[in-house]
C-alpha cells in the first residue's frame, strides 16, 4: 500500500509541553522543583486527564495528599498553557506543505478534554487537520492498540496508507502493529526526509 494520508501526534511534535516549562516559573529552587515534579504534580498523575479523569478529582485527591502543595496543584490547571511554550520549531511549516499539497492530515494525541478545550484556540495550525482522535473524549490512550484501531475506521484509512509521527517509541510501535506506517519523531529535518521517502513532499 501507498502512504497517502499523515497522522500526527500534538504533544512534543506540533507543539513542545513539560510541566516544568511552567514550575520552573514558580518554584525556584531546582531540587524542590525536581521533588514537586517526581512525587506531586507527576506524568503518571497527569495521565490520568488524558485517559478521561476530571480535573477537579484530581487535584481535590491530590491536594489532599500534599496540602502543602495545594496551590501549586491548582496552579498546574489555571497556568496549563504555560506548560506549552510554542511550536516545535519547523514542524508547522511542514503541515502547511502538506496542507498546500492536498495531503489528507489527521492526528492521534492523547489529551484531556479539558486541557484540550483550553489549548485548541491557541493553535491555528490544527485547522489543517480533517479529524483528530482525542484520548481524553475516547477514554483510550496511547500506545493502547485500540486507539489506532478506532483511528484508522475514523479517518477512513487503510492499513499502510497512514503515516503516523510520534515522540515516544511504544506508541510507534503499537500504530505500527495495527496498520500505520510509523515515524519515530526527533526533529523537523528527519521528518521531512522521511515524508519525501514515501513520496508526500517535492
Do not use: C
Request: without cysteine; glycine residues 6%; aromatic residues 10%.
Amino acid at each position: 500500500m501507498t502512504v497517502d494520508a499523515v497522522v500526527f501526534d500534538v504533544g512534543n511534535v506540533l507543539y513542545r509541553w513539560d510541566p516544568r516549562f511552567l514550575f520552573e516559573k514558580l518554584i525556584p529552587d531546582p531540587q524542590e522543583r525536581d521533588w514537586f515534579l517526581d512525587n506531586v504534580v507527576t506524568l503518571d498523575w497527569h495521565v490520568q486527564h488524558d485517559a478521561g479523569r476530571p480535573l477537579a478529582a484530581m487535584v481535590a485527591e491530590r491536594s489532599a495528599e500534599f496540602p502543602d502543595h495545594a496551590d501549586l496543584i491548582q496552579a498546574y490547571v489555571d497556568r496549563w498553557l504555560e506548560t506549552i511554550p510554542g511550536p516545535v520549531p519547523g514542524v508547522h511549516a511542514l503541515v502547511e506543505r502538506l496542507a498546500d499539497r492536498g495531503v489528507p492530515l489527521f492526528a492521534i494525541t492523547n489529551f484531556g478534554v479539558e486541557f484540550w478545550n483550553l489549548f485548541r484556540p491557541t493553535a491555528p495550525v490544527i485547522d489543517h487537520f480533517a479529524d483528530i482522535v482525542i484520548s481524553g473524549e475516547e477514554k483510550l490512550i496511547k500506545p493502547d492498540p485500540a486507539i489506532y484501531r478506532l483511528a484508522l475506521a475514523r479517518f477512513g484509512l487503510a492499513p499502510g496508507t497512514g503515516l503516523f509521527i510520534d515522540d515516544r517509541e511504544e506508541n510507534i510501535r503499537s500504530a505500527e502493529a495495527e496498520g500505520f506506517a510509523g515515524h519515530h519523531f526527533r526533529d523537523a529535518e528527519t521528518l521531512a526526509a522521511s515524508l519525501r521517502d514515501h513520496g508526500l513532499l517535492g
